[in-house]
C-alpha cells in the first residue's frame, strides 16, 4: 500500500481538483439559479452585518474582509461567494482523498464528494453570505494531516492553531477533526502498522487546548443554542442518548433510495475489507467485526463535542461531519481487489445526492415564490387597514403561526423528510430572521423587535378582527396587532 504522505507535486493536483470542483459546481446549479436568500441571507443583505458578534467567527470575517469583499459591512456577491466555497471545499476534499486514497483514481475523487453532497453538509451551501466561512472551517478541520511532521509537537502545534481557525469560523465543523484522528488510526489498522498513540494524543491535547483557548479568551458567543454539558451523573447515558438520536434522525430523514444505497456502500466496505485483508483465519474476521464497529462509532465520533451537550441539536447542519464518514468509507472501500464493482453503490449514491441538489434548489424557489405571493398578500391587507406607514409604525405587530410548504415541495418531503428541516421556519413561518418578517420589515419599515418573537404571545382571541380572509386573520387592540397566519 502507498505510503500516505509525499513531499507533493503541485501540478499533480491540478487535474484532480478540476475534477472535484467541477462536480459540486454541477451539483449547486440549481441552488444558485434559484438565488434564493437562505434563513439570515436577507438580514445580512439588508444590514451588512458580519460574523463577529454573532459566534466570534473573527477568522471567517477578517480573510472575508482580506481576500473576498475587502470591507466589514457585507453586499450580497452571490455566487461569488458561493463558487469560492465550493473551491475551498475541494482543496479539503482533495486532502481527505490523498490521506486515504488515490487522487490519480477517477472513482476516489467521485466518492471523495460526499464529503460535500450528503443533504446535511448541502445546507451549509445554501447560505450565500455563510458557505465560504463555514468553507474554511471545513478545511481547518482536515489540513492538519497532510503535511509531513517529524516532531508530534509540530503537528500538536498546527493542529492547535488550525481549530482556532475552525473555532472562529463554524464550530460544529470541529467534529470532523475528532473523526479523522480515528480514521487515520483504523486506516494504520488496517495496514497492520503500529498504533500512533502519540499522534492520537496531541490531537486531542490541541483540541482540548483550542477549545479552553476559544472558552476563555474570546467573549461568550451570542448564540441561539444551550452549551450545557451534560451532567456527571448522567454524562454516559446521555452521551449513548445523543448517539442513538443521530442514527434514528438520519433512518428518519433520509429517502428510501438513499437508504439502499448507503447500506450497499457500507456492506462493499466491509467485503473489501475481508477480500484485501493481509490477516489470516480468525484474525481476518476480527478485523471485519472491527471495521464494523469502526463504521458505527464514526457517525457518533464525527458529531464531535455536541455528543456531551444536554441540549444536543439535530439540524441538518450539525450532522455535517457524516458527509465525511460516508467519504471515508467509500474510499477506503476502494482499495485493491474488485473495486469497480465496489466503487457501483457509493457512485449511485453521489449521484443521487446530486438529484437530491438540484431537487431542493427547485424546491426553495418554488418555497420563496409562494412566500413572495403570502407576503404580498399580507402586506396589501395591512394597508387596506392602514394606508400611512407612520401610523402602521406605532403598533406592535406579531406574527404567529406559519404559511406551510409550496404545494410543489409536499411531495419531495414525503419523499425525502429531511427537506422539512431544510425547508424549515426559516422558509415557511413569518417570524424573526424569515422572509415575511424582513419584507413587513423593510416594506413597511416596522420596528424589528416588533416582529416575530412569541415570549408573550398576544391572545389573539381577545382582540377586535379586523379583517378574516383566507390566508390570515388579523386583530387590534389598543397598540398591538395580532397576524394569524393560516
Keep these: 500500500m502507498k505510503k500516505r504522505l509525499k513531499t507533493p507535486n503541485w501540478r499533480s493536483y491540478i487535474k484532480p481538483f478540476l475534477i472535484i470542483f467541477a462536480i459540486y459546481c454541477l451539483a449547486m446549479l440549481a441552488i444558485w439559479h434559484a438565488g434564493v436568500s437562505y434563513a439570515d441571507d436577507a438580514g445580512r443583505a439588508i444590514t451588512g452585518k458580519g460574523w463577529t458578534s454573532d459566534f466570534n467567527r473573527y477568522s471567517s470575517s477578517i480573510l472575508s474582509f482580506l481576500f473576498i469583499q475587502m470591507r466589514f459591512s457585507l453586499v450580497d456577491i452571490s455566487p461569488l461567494a458561493q463558487i469560492i466555497a465550493m473551491a475551498i471545499l475541494t482543496i479539503a476534499t482533495l486532502i481527505l482523498v490523498e490521506l486515504l486514497g488515490d487522487k490519480k483514481k477517477l472513482s476516489h475523487l467521485i466518492v471523495g464528494t460526499f464529503a460535500g453532497l450528503t443533504p446535511f453538509t448541502l445546507n451549509l451551501w445554501l447560505y450565500k453570505f455563510d458557505a465560504p466561512c463555514m468553507a474554511l472551517a471545513f478545511l481547518a478541520s482536515v489540513l492538519p494531516f497532510l503535511p509531513k511532521f517529524k516532531k508530534t509537537w509540530q503537528f500538536a ?47 486531542l491535547g490541541a483540541f482540548v487546548a483550542a477549545l479552553l483557548c476559544f472558552k476563555i479568551l474570546l467573549p461568550e458567543p451570542q448564540g441561539y443554542r444551550s452549551l450545557e454539558i451534560l451532567a456527571l451523573g448522567d454524562f454516559i447515558p446521555g452521551v449513548f442518548r445523543n448517539a442513538a438520536h443521530i442514527f434514528t434522525h438520519i433512518f428518519a430523514s433520509f429517502g428510501c433510495n438513499w437508504l439502499i444505497f448507503l447500506s450497499l456502500a457500507i456492506i462493499a466496505f466491509l467485503v473489501s475489507v475481508f477480500l484485501n485483508s493481509r490477516r489470516k483465519g480468525a484474525k481476518k474476521a476480527l478485523e471485519v467485526a472491527v471495521s464494523a464497529i469502526f463504521v458505527v462509532i464514526s457517525i457518533p465520533a464525527s458529531y464531535g463535542i455536541y455528543l456531551a451537550l444536554s441540549d444536543a441539536p439535530y439540524n441538518p447542519r450539525s450532522l455535517i461531519g457524516v458527509g465525511v464518514v460516508i467519504s471515508v468509507i467509500a474510499i ?15 457512485v449511485i449514491l453521489v449521484y443521487l445526492f446530486c438529484v437530491y441538489a438540484f431537487a431542493l434548489g427547485n424546491a426553495l424557489k418554488y418555497q420563496q415564490d409562494y412566500a413572495d405571493f403570502r407576503n404580498s398578500e399580507l402586506a396589501i391587507h395591512l394597508s387596506d387597514l392602514h394606508p400611512s406607514q407612520i401610523e402602521l409604525s406605532k403598533y406592535k405587530v406579531q406574527i404567529q403561526g406559519n404559511i406551510g410548504l409550496a404545494e410543489q415541495n409536499k411531495h419531495l418531503a414525503d419523499l425525502y423528510p429531511l427537506t422539512r428541516e431544510i425547508i424549515d421556519a426559516h422558509q415557511t413561518g413569518l417570524s424573526s430572521y424569515t422572509w415575511g418578517s424582513w419584507s413587513l420589515h423593510t416594506d413597511y419599515g416596522l420596528t424589528y423587535n416588533h416582529l416575530g418573537y412569541l415570549d408573550e404571545p398576544y391572545d389573539c382571541a381577545t382582540m377586535e378582527t379586523k379583517y378574516d380572509g383566507y390566508y390570515e386573520r388579523i386583530s387590534e387592540k389598543d397598540d398591538l396587532i395580532c397576524i394569524e397566519v393560516k
Excluded at 332 to 346: E, F
Design 157 to 203: 502545534v498546527f493542529a492547535f492553531g488550525c481549530l482556532l481557525i475552525t473555532l472562529t469560523s463554524y464550530q460544529a465543523l470541529t467534529g470532523v477533526f475528532l473523526f479523522l484522528l480515528l480514521a487515520l488510526a483504523f486506516y494504520d489498522y488496517l495496514d497492520q502498522k503500529r498504533f500512533d498513540w502519540r499522534r492520537v494524543a496531541s490531537g
Design 332 to 346: 477506503l472501500s476502494l482499495r485493491g481487489k474488485y473495486h469497480q464493482i465496489l466503487a457501483i453503490p457509493s
